[in-house]
């Protein structure tokens, strides 16, 4: 080979490094944000917006609660491509990361994030130990910021109580009452009609 062959050859080289080089960052970075701070120590239940959307995880779930995460400006901030959330749990510290691939209790869905945890239910129903947020952080496409805890789905309470013929006691009291009324309707109705 002569020098000016190896020369093209280096220029090329040197050349396909450097487009290499510009565009690896653009692919595999991103922003790392934090949560709103206003956010940090909030339980499922206590949180004021409760809303169960079977696009972003569903329920009502018995022992289970669904954190939703949203990024306020998406048009600005993009996407997440992460969310690292560490709970604070009877046991201990958890820390549980959502991404891009979906599994069946957790998923990324653009500017959202969900994710489902234990509720700390007892067996008989009552909160004994939610899972709190102690911190989360999250890496996203767009610009700096802060993300949210948007909405969560508490748990939805297991049905407690002695059961008649598949029927809770409350919903059998409450037909009950309801053929009451209509019997004293019917027999009302029936004493009209012996005095017209």
């Known amino acids: 080979m002569t020098i000016s062959v190896l020369a093209r050859l280096g220029g090329a080289a040197v050349v396909a490094a450097v487009i ?5 960052p653009a692919s595999a970075s991103g922003v790392t944000i934090h949560i709103d701070q206003a956010d940090v120590g909030q339980t499922a239940a ?11 995880g569903g329920g009502p779930f018995a022992g289970e609660d669904v954190w939703v995460f949203a990024l306020p400006r998406p048009q600005e901030q993009g996407e ?3 969310v690292t959330i560490e709970f604070a749990t009877e046991g201990g510290p ?7 691939t979906p599994a069946a209790d957790r998923a990324i869905v653009g500017d959202r994030a969900w994710i489902r945890t234990s509720a700390g239910l007892s067996p008989s129903g009552e909160l004994v130990n939610p899972f709190s947020i102690i ?14 805890l948007a ?15 598949g029927q809770s006691v409350t919903r059998v009291a ?21 005095t017209a």
């Open 20 to 24: 290499g080089l510009g565009a690896a």
């Open 46 to 56: 206590a949180f004021p917006v409760h809303q169960c959307d079977p696009n972003l």
């Open 80 to 82: 997440f491509r992460s």
């Open 94 to 100: 958890v820390t549980e990361t959502i991404t891009t």
């Open 135 to 148: 911190n989360a952080t999250a890496v996203i496409t767009g610009a700096d910021g802060t993300f949210d």
């Open 151 to 165: 909405q969560t789905c508490p748990a939805g309470l297991p049905v407690t109580g002695p059961e008649v013929a």
């Open 174 to 194: 409450g037909l009950g009452g309801a053929m009451t009324l209509a019997g004293l309707l019917l027999v009302a109705l029936q004493r009209r009609r012996r």
